[in-house]
């Protein structure tokens, strides 16, 4: 349970920060920028669960860092989809 909340908390760090960073261009989209940080986080570490190098019922690197790489990809396919 510890892994998809730490998968969680960090779609929501990265989403906030993209948000942050282009909150001119967005305007009114900064909960759909946080919540594709989120959806791109969980995708990520189950994704890393799949292929048996992450948990989600404990805390694990490399679960985390897919995770990332989720929230990463997504909110760039997002940020080229709008045209930003």
């Known amino acids: ?8 908390i960090f779609g929501l760090v990265a989403g906030s920060f993209v948000a ?4 001119g261009r967005d305007k009114g989209l900064n909960l759909f ?3 594709i940080g989120l959806v791109g986080a969980l995708v990520g570490g189950f994704g890393a669960s799949i292929m048996g ?7 694990s690197f490399f679960s985390l860092l897919f995770a990332g790489l989720g929230a990463s990809f997504s ?10």
């Open 20 to 23: 942050w960073r282009i909150a």
């Open 1 to 8: 349970m510890i892994g998809i909340f730490s998968w969680i």
């Open 33 to 35: 920028t946080i919540g």
């Open 53 to 59: 190098v992450g948990g989600r019922a404990t805390f």
């Open 75 to 84: 909110l760039l396919g997002y940020r080229k989809l709008i045209g930003a």
